[in-house]
């Protein structure tokens, strides 16, 4: 079946610097594909998001980039701060009206 | 304020006692969806449903049942619960058939079935 793989599972910066996220699909047939953040012990919470007829898509600190034709996308957080710190879930669409999700990525802003 | 509601927030049972995780929004959303979160396996979804009366099967049905008798609420019933569905789990809607709309979560039901 369709699956999603997100990469790394935990990821530690130094604040300030920059941190990369990155999800590969499997069906073709996927169109839509969202960046979740989840703070510790709450919600996940939509961030990002970014459709297959673009290729990047930035707000403010964070950029989504998509490469169609390799299967994978990625999130980049620049000049990090304490408050990013979460955890990070992809997703792609499928066919039937579902999302596939990543793993998600632990991310750890170091002082 | 626009929100999704789940009741309980924690449960602790035995196996074999049913149990429903009620969730309901009151944004008029058409889509609503239950996801089990686990460490290490992120969200998985296990039933969802695209508007009244219409459910479908998620990723991980097995051992769950659902119902949408009316637009705003979308019960998790877990008729005979067993230790493996001790879980983290989540409610979610959003406006439309899901693709391209932003997802809107509860806040969460922590269940542990001794």
């Known amino acids: 079946g369709e699956n999603v793989e997100q990469h790394p599972s935990t990821l530690s910066v130094q604040e300030g610097d920059s941190a990369v996220i990155k999800c590969t699909y499997s069906d073709s047939a996927s169109n839509y594909f969202p960046w979740y953040k989840q703070e510790l012990g709450k919600r996940p919470q939509l961030i990002i998001d970014?459709?297959?007829n673009v290729g990047e898509k930035k707000d403010q600190r964070i950029a989504v980039t998509l490469n169609k034709t390799a299967k994978h996308f990625s999130l980049h957080i620049t000049e990090t701060q304490p408050e990013d710190s979460a955890v990070y879930f992809c997703a792609a669409s499928t066919s039937n009206y579902q999302l596939i999700w990543g793993a998600g990525t632990k991310l750890i802003i170091k002082p | 304020e626009a929100q999704v509601t789940q009741n309980p927030r924690y449960l602790i049972t035995v196996t074999g006692k049913k149990l429903t995780v009620t969730c309901s929004q009151n944004?008029?959303?058409?889509?609503m969806s239950w996801y089990r979160q686990d460490p290490g396996l992120g969200l998985r979804q296990i039933y969802y449903s695209m508007n009244v009366e219409v459910t479908d099967k998620g990723d991980v049905p097995e051992g769950y049942k659902v119902s949408r008798k009316e637009k705003r609420n979308f019960p998790l019933i877990l008729e005979s619960p067993s230790p493996n569905q001790t879980s983290l789990y989540f409610c979610a809607s959003s406006l439309s058939t899901g693709l391209g709309e932003t997802q809107y979560f509860g806040p969460g039901t922590r269940l542990l079935v001794l």
């Open positions: 970014i459709r297959s």
């Open positions: 944004m008029n959303h058409e889509y």
